[in-house]
């Protein structure tokens, strides 16, 4: 607003102020022609200022408003959100935990599909996963100690060389599946084209070993004692047309070494860790025929130890694996790896 003019205010010259006596701002009889806002021009400005300042509150209320609804419907959701997941850890936190050994980091979307399906199923029973490198008995030891419960990442020729050799009692809870066991190269792109005398790594325990002969029989590249067929050794070898210096090497080491041998077998967990396809990049791969009895060994099973195998809490784990939607996320994400090898 402009200055507001107050003749009250004003002193004449020659007279004194007294400073005791209150002034009243108000004017008691404002003189003609006198106004509140002395300049029209300013009072224009104000009247023409108002609307905007109106518009601008109006603005501003709105937007707080919508500001205000958005920050309760934010809030609202995290309310929930927060309650739910609290619920699902409460409930986690007093499920019971199976601890399951596994080789293959890929696998870990079957057990989440065993997980949904014991869920599903009200069992109070949750999986939780141990890895472990594949072809190599230390889960076994880790399960003869009650370090886990259920093995899954072998298969019944290697439980039972482990059981007659090393004497661990262990019991089955049921097939899962049969896992590819192909022939692998950086070099070549078929098996005919390796070279005469060209070095061959397989795996360096005996029943993968054993497949691994088994499968360069079948590839054209050697001929097995048929007596010695379901485990053979290199001395089984009867015919060995190329000359091929087969070394059996850890297994787990094979992928890194394809670069120093003309081509490596080994087991798909080896493969899968080191970030190679046993589809894409295999240059022969045996077709997973379960109705063929020499396939039959090598069918992976969930493995326990023998005094476990009654177990309430195990067996449920297993037939929660034994179902069609565990059955179907094999199928879906490991066609031509892994082949279904349980009833459901």
Known sequence: MSDIHNSANDNKPGESQNS???VDPTPANPAAGEHIVADVDDADEAVDRKPAVTRSKRKIGTSLIAVLVVVVIVAAALIVVGRHNAAANAQNAGARVVKVAYAQENDRVIWDKVNEVLKERNTGIQVELVAFQGGSDVAVQAANNGEVDILSNGH?????????????KLDTLGSTVINAFNIYSTQY???DE???GAKIAIPNNTTNAGRAYQVLQLAGLITIDPDKID????QDITSNPKNLDIEEVDPNEIPNLLDDYAAGITNVYAIVNHGLSPTDDAIFAPT?????ASNQQWI????????????????TVA??????????????????????????
Do not use: C
């Open 288 to 292: 997973l025929d379960l109705s063929d």
């Open 194 to 196: 390796i070279p005469d």
């Open 189 to 191: 792109k078929s098996v």
């Open 231 to 234: 485990m053979p050794t290199k």
């Open 300 to 315: 992976n099973e969930l493995e326990v130890r023998a005094d476990r195998v009654n177990e309430a809490d195990l067996k």
């Open 319 to 344: 037939a929660a694996y034994h179902s069609k939607e565990v059955a179907d996320a094999i199928n879906e994400n490991f066609s031509g790896i892994y082949q279904v090898a349980f009833d459901y």
């Open 156 to 168: 019944r020729a290697f439980y039972k060389n482990l059981v007659e050799t090393k004497g661990y």
């Open 20 to 22: 005791a006596a209150p």
